[in-house]
């Protein structure tokens, strides 16, 4: 069973970038496709950004496209996403989340970590 903790949130102002990084622990991660996802106040949460197991395969929201890349290390059991161009509307709560091979939805979660970006 994997463990994810992210880190490298905070805030920010409209424009800057902003890199984030997820520690995976306890399983096998290079069997995992990885994802982003992103809760703000008063939302439900969205998809934001997935990687395939061997990190060739990336799809991302409509709304990050061409601003966010997501990459993984697979050596260093770690995913990042790098963020740039931030918006306001880019202000929420990111988790790292983890898919196992053959599963519908991703089974596990990390705590997350706060991004605010002003204007």
């Known amino acids: 069973q994997v463990q994810l903790a992210e880190s490298g949130g905070g805030l920010v102002q409209a424009g800057d970038s902003l890199r984030l990084s997820c520690a995976a622990s306890g399983g096998a991660f290079s069997t995992y496709e990885m994802g982003w996802f992103r809760q703000a106040p008063g939302k439900e949460r969205e998809f934001v950004a997935s990687v395939s197991r061997g990190g060739g395969t990336t799809n991302y929201s409509d709304s990050v496209k061409g601003r966010f890349t997501i990459s993984r290390d697979n050596a260093k059991n770690t995913i990042n996403l790098q963020m740039n161009s931030l918006k306001p509307t880019d202000t929420a709560v990111y988790y790292c989340?983890?898919?196992?091979?053959?599963?519908?939805?991703?089974?596990?979660w990390g705590q997350g970590t706060q991004v605010t970006v002003s204007s």
């Open positions: 989340a983890a898919k196992q091979l053959y599963r519908a939805t991703y089974g596990y």
